[in-house]
């Protein structure tokens, strides 16, 4: 049994072929050139780059208003969990929305096309 697994595996020739050379490695220079994705040309390490530590340390982190709980002696009689929390109105604070309709345009939902709800309303792929 043996014999014929070397034999099988000295025998196989893999069906895909591969066009054309390998990539040549890029040998990178000591100079440091901009990234052609940067705005205005900004180098690593420059002073007008700024570290991911100061980047992260300035961003605030996205906040959660709880809800006010009722007393626990007004909890609901049976057991009914859809009453447990009371909502507290309060204004807005700053780039604080009350409603998806007041996103800026980039953000919104673009309307669906006719072959899009033809192609949903057909069970998927055509």
Sequence with gaps: MRQTA???AKS?????KFVGTKHPVLEHSGSVHPHPCTID????GSDSCVSAKDFLSKLKPFEVVPYKTKKPSQ???GGNV?????????PLHENELASISELPVRFKLRPFEDVEMESINAGGAL
């Design 6 to 8: 070397v034999k099988l």
């Design 12 to 16: 196989y020739t893999p069906l895909i």
């Design 41 to 44: 040309g900004i180098l690593p």
């Design 75 to 77: 909890k609901p009689a």
């Design 82 to 90: 859809g009453r447990a929390y009371e909502f507290v109105s309060r």
